[in-house]
């Protein structure tokens, strides 16, 4: 079992940044890979980033791709959204999901574990 919370999570104006956490416990963190989902109101869940476990492999949504960034800290059992000039589409609960795996997907039905999500909210 792995178990997500994640955090950090608001309110925001267009242009602005925002970094997401997700603190990760349970089993071994190192053999996971880590990814970020979104869902917007009245929308599907949609795949944001993804990182290997060695941070080797990242893969961003093409969406997001030069605004987002994805890390990770195995030593601390954490990953990391870093979120650079937001705009108000980007407004959704933001999940933290895990899957013992070693090649990022963007696949959600791929993921065994999910936090609760944090909301982030884009004025403009």
């Known amino acids: 079992q792995v178990q997500l919370v994640e955090s950090g999570g608001g309110l925001v104006q267009a242009g602005g940044s925002l970094r997401l956490s997700c603190a990760a416990s349970g089993r071994t963190f190192s053999s996971v890979v880590m990814g970020w989902f979104r869902q917007a109101p009245g929308k599907e869940r949609e795949f944001v980033a993804s990182?290997?476990?060695?941070?080797?492999?990242?893969v961003y949504a093409d969406s997001v791709k030069g605004r987002f960034t994805i890390s990770r800290d195995n030593a601390n059992q954490m990953v990391y959204l870093q979120m650079n000039s937001l705009k108000s589409e980007d407004t959704a609960v933001y999940y933290c999901?895990?899957?013992?795996?070693?090649?990022?997907?963007?696949?959600?039905?791929?993921?065994?574990?999910w936090g609760q999500g944090t909301q982030v909210t884009v004025s403009s």
């Open positions: 999901a895990a899957d013992h795996r070693v090649i990022p997907t963007s696949r959600l039905s791929e993921y065994e574990y």
């Open positions: 990182i290997s476990w060695s941070r080797g492999i990242i």
